[in-house]
């Protein structure tokens, strides 16, 4: 049996990368990061670990696979977006959204696509 162990994103700067998403996630470096890759780890504990390796391949507008992040409800989903914009994250003009959507699409500073989903919807 084999369990998932890191998500891996591709980035241009790792550094920057992991600034953005330690702040985001409130995780920290399994261990120093190297120039090309790091693993951040859930500061709390528990969870899945994000990496973060150098890519010379640009980000897909529509990823195939993408983080989602989960908000309790609308409130807090506002709460998050915007402080994920304060941290670097970039609003993305999505033209798939629905009719009344649970989701915004957010792109890192890298410009990997994800979501914050508000739950309770």
Do not use: K
């Not at 790792?14 to 953005?20: C, G, L």
């Not at 890759?37 to 980000?59: C, D, F, K, M």
């Not at 195939?64 to 304060?86: I, K, M, P, T």
């Amino acid at each position: 049996m084999v369990t998932v162990g890191s998500v891996v994103l591709g980035v241009s700067n790792v550094r920057r990368a992991a600034a953005f998403w330690t702040r985001a996630l409130d995780y920290v470096p399994r261990e120093p990061a190297q120039e090309d890759w790091v693993v951040l780890v859930p500061r709390a504990g528990n969870g899945v670990q994000v990496a973060l390796g150098t890519s010379e391949t640009p980000p897909q507008p529509r990823p195939r696979v993408h983080l989602d992040l989960y908000a309790r409800d609308a409130a807090d989903q506002a709460a998050e977006v915007e402080r994920l914009v304060g941290l670097g994250a970039d609003r993305v003009a999505w033209d798939l959204y629905p009719a009344d959507p649970d989701f915004v699409v957010l792109a890192d500073p890298d410009g990997n696509r994800f979501c914050v989903i508000d739950t309770s919807h």
